[in-house]
């Protein structure tokens, strides 16, 4: 047997399940270790598996099962976590027969949340996705109440009273969470209110998790916000504001929450207070981990959690980050270009490097560019024809701005 590994941190095992023809499928588990050391994990060892459906009672079946538990013993390891959701039940019976504590993805990034929020905000978003995942698993936690026996005047099975007394107060303190989060979400309508009556004009940033978010704001508005190459870096808005030469004034830039593939839909609700920051923007900027070998699948991702929360309709501009991690012979021919983002939705899209400042000062001008757009359609109090919403990139009058590239898709 291999000796188990030396890593002061705790060691995981990561198991992938292909059922079928998921999209959701990772096959080198890749993004599942960042997670896990994002989580102060030690990936130890990967397993890969494939069913055409789950198995009720252990998700991967008896003889996977045994199979994981060998490899487990073989490397010490303290943790299994599995790629996709698991059932409470299907969860439970893991753990007793690997005889380790199991997770499964949605559970990894809310321990990744938990630890990275700072904000009062932030904290309670959190919070209130992790009792939401928890209300649904408590006959994971309290197996030690079978012994209870029910007694004169009680009705229903062991222990049933005890949980049925937790799940009430779960249910209280989610009640409490969401009345404060509602109270947040006020005072930050109150705040964009009072910008709209400024004339402030908003950008935010989105885009998957890692692709350079933060490093693009601190460059943007020489901030000092925290930036790391890891997901999750940063969950908690930031907001300063940039001012643009070209446009001789000021812009309010934000710093949103990453996106990542199977975001749980307990963190997009509970993060909706956040996200609203998208959702009201008049641009987002949309960067993208030029990079990565996956850009492609995490803009189509990032889109779909757009459309989610409802900020599918904003304008964007694409930024491809992170040149300076290409090779010379992948860099592209025009610090800018135009992308298909969508079917019938082509936007403008910038190349840079927010390490270096590669392809910053084109940014600049660009978002400068629609900031005064939106200056002289305030003044004109009508909207611009080449925002006309009927238009598409398949028209036959081609795009020669930066605003008609900035219309809303065709519904």
């Known amino acids: 047997m291999t000796a188990p590994d030396s890593s002061p941190l705790p060691r995981a095992v990561l198991v992938g399940v292909d059922i079928g023809a998921s999209a959701d499928f990772d096959a080198t588990l890749d993004e599942l270790a960042l997670l896990a050391q994002s989580a102060g994990d030690d990936p130890v060892a990967r397993i890969i598996c494939r069913r055409r459906a789950p198995d009720a009672a252990?998700?991967?079946?008896?003889?996977?099962?045994?199979?994981i538990k060998l490899v487990v013993a073989e490397h010490g390891a303290q943790c299994v976590?599995?790629?996709?959701?698991?059932?409470?039940?299907?969860?439970?019976n893991l753990e007793r027969h690997l005889g380790v504590e199991v997770l499964d993805r949605t559970a990894l990034?809310?321990?990744?949340?938990?630890?990275r929020a700072r904000s009062h905000e932030g904290k309670l978003q959190v919070e209130l996705a992790r009792l939401q995942y928890l209300s649904t698993r408590l006959v994971r936690r309290w197996s030690h109440l079978e012994r209870q026996r029910g007694g004169v005047g009680l009705r229903g099975g062991p222990g049933e009273t005890q949980i049925e007394l937790d799940k009430r107060m779960i249910v209280v303190r989610i009640k409490a969470v969401k009345d404060r989060l509602d109270k947040v979400k006020r005072q930050r309508g109150t705040q964009r209110k009072a910008r709209e009556r400024q004339g402030t004009f908003r950008v935010s940033l989105v885009g998957y998790t890692n692709a350079g978010k933060s490093t693009l704001f601190n460059a943007?508005?020489?901030?000092?916000?925290?930036?790391?190459?890891?997901?999750?870096?940063?969950?908690?808005?930031?907001?300063?504001?940039m001012?643009?030469?070209?446009?001789?004034?000021?812009?309010?830039?934000?710093?949103?929450?990453?996106?990542?593939r199977a975001l749980p839909h307990t963190l997009v609700d509970a993060f909706q207070a956040t996200l609203q920051e998208a959702i009201d923007a008049d641009v987002l900027l949309?960067?993208?981990?030029?990079?990565?070998?996956?850009?492609?699948?995490?803009?189509?991702?990032?889109?779909?959690?757009?459309?989610?929360?409802?900020?599918?309709?904003?304008?964007?501009?694409?930024?491809?980050?992170?040149?300076?991690?290409?090779?010379?012979?992948?860099?592209?021919?025009?610090?800018?270009?135009?992308y298909e983002l969508e079917p019938g939705r082509t936007v403008p899209r910038w190349h840079v490097s927010a390490r270096t400042g590669e392809g910053l000062h084109a940014l600049r001008q660009a978002i400068a560019e629609v900031a005064l757009h939106q200056d002289r359609q305030s003044t004109a109090g009508q909207p611009d024809p080449r925002f006309d919403p009927a238009r598409t990139a398949a028209d036959d009058t081609a795009p020669e701005s930066i605003e008609t590239l900035l219309m809303p898709p065709v519904v």
């Open 58 to 67: 252990l998700f991967v079946g008896s003889g996977k099962a045994d199979e």
């Open 81 to 92: 976590i599995f790629d996709q959701a698991l059932g409470p039940a299907q969860q439970r």
């Open 109 to 115: 990034i809310l321990e990744i949340f938990a630890a």
């Open 220 to 241: 943007l508005v020489k901030a000092q916000t925290y930036a790391a190459d890891q997901l999750f870096a940063t969950l908690d808005t930031t907001t300063r504001q």
């Open 243 to 260: 001012y643009l030469e070209d446009a001789q004034r000021s812009v309010s830039l934000s710093d949103t929450v990453g996106f990542i």
């Open 286 to 338: 949309h960067v993208v981990d030029a990079a990565s070998p996956f850009w492609l699948d995490q803009i189509r991702e990032v889109q779909r959690v757009l459309h989610e929360i409802g900020a599918g309709d904003v304008p964007q501009l694409l930024v491809f980050n992170k040149l300076d991690a290409l090779e010379p012979a992948q860099w592209p021919r025009a610090v800018s270009d135009v």
